[in-house]
């Protein structure tokens, strides 16, 4: 079965520093990946996807995410962190799809409190 | 505005009532899905629907039912509730095709007493 973990429940960061929030999965076959993020009291929103190709993902807001094969990570990443990033990041895993639809195996969750 | 909006947003009830939770999309997506979110922050998917066909149907008491009169909602009926019950309930739905996220919406917070 599809798993994800995020060994951190939280990630302290100053504003104007980078951060880095952490992710690694287990897959069988190739692995899509998908980073969202939740503002209080709000939906899930998508941030970015790794599918194929380049291991450099850019995606919404200035994040991007580095996959690493050998490592089996994931990590979302950001040069520059601001206030306004402070919300509960999901990593995710596709899991079962088909013609259907598809379903995802999320990670618990890595809560970014940026610092003023 | 194009989103997956549900109803209501907070919900208040006592054990053993009936509830339901309502949701839309006018994104035009094939499927529709439910994820429950506890306290603890963790997601986990429910029930999927495409084309008013039950997909997938993790296991989730038969208490949880759901309802899609077409393609464009998915509601959620819950019958005789109980206080484990209470979490945050988000909707999402996705278009066709294997490479595609979900679209959430704002989520239903469920409190049973």
């Known amino acids: 079965a599809q798993s994800v973990a995020q060994p951190e429940d939280q990630v302290n960061v100053a504003e104007g520093n980078p951060l880095t929030v952490k992710c690694t999965y287990s897959v069988s076959g190739n692995p899509y990946l998908f980073w969202y993020v939740q503002y209080p009291n709000r939906g899930l929103q998508f941030l970015l996807k790794y599918i194929t190709g380049d291991n450099l993902v850019k995606g919404s807001y200035g994040f991007e995410a580095e996959f690493n094969k050998s490592q089996t990570s994931f990590h979302l990443k950001k040069p520059s962190a601001l206030v306004s990033d402070s919300a509960l990041y999901f990593c995710?895993?596709?899991?079962?799809?088909?013609?259907?639809?598809?379903?995802?195996?999320f990670g618990p969750g890595t809560r970014l409190s940026v610092l003023p | 505005d194009t989103a997956v909006s549900q109803t209501p947003k907070y919900l208040v009830t006592q054990m053993g009532n009936d509830k339901s939770i309502k949701c839309e999309q006018n994104?035009?997506?094939?499927?529709m899905y439910w994820y429950k979110q506890d306290s603890k922050k963790f997601l986990k998917i429910m029930f999927s629907y495409n084309n008013k066909e039950l997909i997938i149907n993790e296991t989730v008491p038969n208490r949880f039912s759901p309802k899609s009169p077409d393609k464009a909602h998915l509601n959620l009926h819950i019958n005789s509730l109980e206080l484990g019950d209470s979490a945050v309930y988000f909707c999402a739905s996705s278009p066709r095709g294997d490479t595609y996220g979900y679209t959430f919406g704002s989520g239903t917070r469920l409190t049973v007493v």
């Open positions: 994104l035009g997506h094939d499927t």
């Open positions: 995710a895993v596709r899991d079962a799809w088909g013609d259907y639809g598809q379903n995802f195996v």
